[in-house]
């Protein structure tokens, strides 16, 4: 952000989030983020193949032990990402004003509203199995009990225009379930989803569970679909219907569960429902014989 | 112990009336097809032709996709659930009344033994249609919203290994929620789908509700690219499966795909010996193997695995293998010659690759497709027969020292269908099905289904579940 008073700024160079650090890309490339009247604001990284393989490699790390922690913990973790959040509410009132070139009220609604999304999903991780998961009276001597599980690497192009509440309205509810993700944030809006990478490292979120690239769609998001070590992928922030089949093509190579490209851009101040918290669950079913 | 000799019993066949030639069921009608193609279905026991089939082509798929719109817009659509619910009871009961002709049509078409269509594929059947009609005049209390709403046309292609079992699992959710349905059977066996044209006819199912078009790769095909299907359902090879994921990128068509799998079943030391062996001849011979979610690689715990294999081959010694319609046939026929001759060349590739086949002694009859039970030991994770689907009488037998081992080894696929775990301790069942990443663990059994029960794969063994509430899912678009 420009300083406004005589002192000299400290300008930050914009890096990645991939497995807890912040690299710079790979490539060695970045690109200009202006906001929204075409005013510099800063550089942010141009993320490269290498990158998006990178960062997969880190949510696939990261997947096991995060998915294997209690629904509890997990909550208390995205419960905690939201008071992080709440304190630096302002910087991303700013961010969020200037990339989406709203007012500052819109803008506080927007990120007041992206808190409390956080503090609704969180509290969706110890309840989304009951909700979901079944015990099933078959015909038969058996007990059986069928339960979600998250499906394991997530890859998500995150909203074009909603740059926060968008944002967290894609990946909250991939990860209270149990996935790590791997987004790539909107491409002209990305300093929030940056910001937002500073508050995950500082929140007791495990390294890996969200890796944040930013750059350009078209160049980064078929190494995601065409990965097969990414088992979803959310295509919400593709504009582009015909890249969005392209992709959805490259994402049937290893039948990764997809998230279509939607007709018109989703109301994110509306209520959001399960459907994104059950998008990315799989139903595991357990047969046990009774007897004695 | 030598093997018992049990003296024939064959079911009779007088109870089934084939006609020798079958047209399309479009509208509540069985027509003949446009270009008038026929093809023939064979009985793989025997070789013998049972009937000749109509083959669709493209015209013969837009009747049937019109007539399922004109239904679901005209009644099937906005008739009250109460009254679906009701023409599904209806199905339901026919099939029960018909029950023994269906399983001896089964039979005679797929090659599966007459034990297993009568006492599982059958009674499953009818246990769909009964559950789901239940559903019917239910669905705003199954979860997916207060006022769900049907799809439109299903279109769904089925494959040939439980032909009856895989439409039910396809047309009882569908019409539940409200669908109109065009179902392909496989070529192999349509006679089940032909008699259940008929059973809709008995029930008075409005015309165009159920439409039943036979063919093979190139019907289904046509049906699933058709632009006024609004929702596919397959069952069959991930190979197709990832063919139907690509032909419907960029539509708006919904899509569930239930597909390979390569199902670990899983041996501790402390499982009860017997059981599990009875488990594991169950889990890969059953349907002569050919069952997505078979149990094709057997991992063994070290310390009993001379133990394990001791038995198994004895059991296996007792297999009757032959004539499908007899009762005491344990084993039927392989269901296509095309099917035998990829049992035999991925079984041809285990040997190459160093892998050690034992088959149980039997005699095989002179006619008609047939595989011995097959076991191969000195498998590798690397060898083709513990990576790739057989669907075959054919077991992978490899081993493992702990439970993580187990784990690593049973996960290291790209399918993700079922899995078996045999062990006397709770806790470690427990623990197991927590880490295997399989739609179904089947704990100390296996080869069990319900129609209450989600069934359905990770990975590349499909996306969706078939069976129970969740199965309703696929079938109803959320509000």
Redesign the interface.
């Known amino acids: 952000m420009p300083s406004t008073d005589n002192r000299l700024a400290v300008r930050k160079t914009y890096k990645l989030y991939v497995g807890g650090a912040f690299p710079r890309s790979e490539s060695g490339r970045s690109y200009v983020v202006n906001d929204a009247r075409g005013a510099f604001l800063a550089n942010a990284a141009l993320a490269s193949r290498k990158d998006a393989r990178d960062a997969v490699v880190a949510a696939r790390k990261a997947w096991p032990g995060w998915t294997g922690k209690t629904a509890y913990n997990r909550g208390q973790v995205v419960y905690r990402i939201a008071e992080m959040l709440e304190g630096r509410r302002s910087q991303f009132v700013d961010e969020v004003a200037a990339g989406e070139g709203s007012s500052r009220a819109k803008a506080e609604r927007s990120v007041d509203e992206a808190i409390d999304r956080l503090v609704w999903y969180a509290g969706w991780a110890d309840k989304i199995g009951q ?2 998961g ?1 015990t ?5 001597p ?1 007990f ?1 009990f ?1 339960v979600p599980e998250s ?1 394991g690497v997530v890859a998500v192009v995150a909203p074009q225009d909603s740059s926060l509440l968008g944002l967290i309205s894609v990946v909250a509810p991939a990860i209270v379930t149990g996935n790590t993700v791997v987004v790539l944030a909107a491409e002209e809006r990305p300093l929030p989803a940056i910001t937002l990478g500073e508050v995950l490292a500082t929140s007791d979120l495990p390294g890996g569970v969200v890796n944040i690239l930013t750059g350009r769609v078209a160049e980064v998001a078929p190494w995601l679909a065409g990965h097969m070590d990414v ?1 979803a992928i959310d295509l919400v922030g593709v504009a582009d ?2 890249l ?3 992709l ?2 490259a ?5 990764k ?1 997809v998230l279509r490209v939607p007709d018109k851009a989703p109301d994110w101040s509306a209520d959001p ?1 399960i ?1 994104r918290l059950t998008a990315y669950l ?8 009774i007897g004695i | 112990m030598g093997k018992f000799e049990y003296a024939p019993a064959p079911e009779s066949r007088s109870i089934v009336d084939l006609r020798s030639s079958y047209g399309l069921f479009v509208d509540g009608e069985f027509v003949e097809p446009k270009d008038g193609r026929m093809f023939k279905t064979v009985s793989p026991s025997s070789e013998e032709v049972l009937a000749e089939v109509a083959e669709a082509g493209p015209q013969d798929v837009d009747r049937a996709v019109a007539a399922a719109r004109t239904a679901f817009k005209k009644t099937w659509g906005s008739m009250p659930g109460r009254d679906r619910a009701k023409y599904l009871y209806r199905i339901a009961r026919i099939i029960q009344e018909r029950g023994r002709e269906l399983a001896v049509l089964e039979s005679l078409d797929n090659g599966k033994p007459i034990r297993e269509a009568r006492d599982v594929d059958i009674p499953l059947v009818a ?1 769909h249609f009964f559950y789901y009609a239940g559903w019917a005049d239910k669905l705003e209390y199954a ?1 997916f919203g207060a006022d769900p709403k049907p799809h439109g046309v299903a279109g769904q292609v089925i494959p040939w290994n439980f032909p009856m079992l895989m439409l039910a699992w396809k047309i009882a959710p569908a019409l539940a929620a409200g669908n109109t349905v065009v179902l392909k059977p496989a070529e192999t066996t349509p006679l089940t789908a032909l008699a259940f044209a008929e059973i809709c006819q008995q029930a008075d199912l409005p015309p165009g509700v159920v439409n039943i078009v036979t063919g093979a790769g190139a019907t289904g095909q046509a049906l699933v690219t058709h632009a006024d299907v609004d929702k596919i359902a397959f069952t069959g090879s ?1 190979d197709v ?2 063919a139907i ?2 032909s ?3 539509t708006k068509k919904r899509v569930t ?1 239930e ?1 390979g799998g390569k199902a670990a079943n899983i041996v501790f030391e402390d499982a009860p010996i017997d059981q599990a062996v009875e488990g594991i001849v169950n889990g890969i011979f059953f349907n002569q193997g050919h069952v997505c979610c078979a149990g094709s690689r057997l991992l063994v715990q070290e310390s009993v695995y001379e133990e394990v294999l001791a038995s198994l081959k004895r059991r296996m010694g007792t297999l009757n293998v032959g004539d499908p319609l007899d009762k005491n046939t344990d084993i039927g026929a392989i269901n296509s010659p095309q099917q035998l001759a990829k049992i035999r060349m991925l079984s041809d590739v285990g040997e190459q690759e160093g892998a050690e086949r034992w088959s149980a002694p039997c005699d095989l009859p002179e006619r008609g497709y047939w595989f011995p039970p097959t076991i191969f030991t000195g498998v590798s994770q690397a060898h083709r027969i513990a990576r790739e689907e057989i669907f075959g009488p054919v077991l992978s037998i490899l081993t493992f020292r702990t439970p993580a081992e187990a784990i690593e080894k049973a996960n290291n696929t ?1 399918f993700g269908l079922s899995a078996g775990v045999w062990t006397e301790k709770g806790s470690r ?1 427990l623990w197991m ?1 927590d880490k ?1 990443r ?8 296996f080869n ?1 289904f ?1 129609p ?5 794969g ?3 063994s ?2 969706g ?1 078939e069976g ?3 199965g309703l899912e696929a079938y109803l678009a ?1 509000h």
Do not use: C, M
């Open positions: 909700v979901v079944s099933n009276p078959v015909a038969g058996y059986d069928s499906t088992n219907a015909e969005g089949k392209e959805e093509l994402a049937a190579e290893n039948l569960r429902g459907g799989e139903t595991k079913t357990v047969w046990h014989p | 246990a979860g991930t499966g990832k994921a690509r419907v990128a960029g795909l597909l790209p069942i099905a295997l399989a739609g179904v663990v089947w704990a100390n059994t069990r319900d209450t029960s989600p069934f359905g990770y990975k590349e499909g996306y579940r129970g509430r969740h959320k």
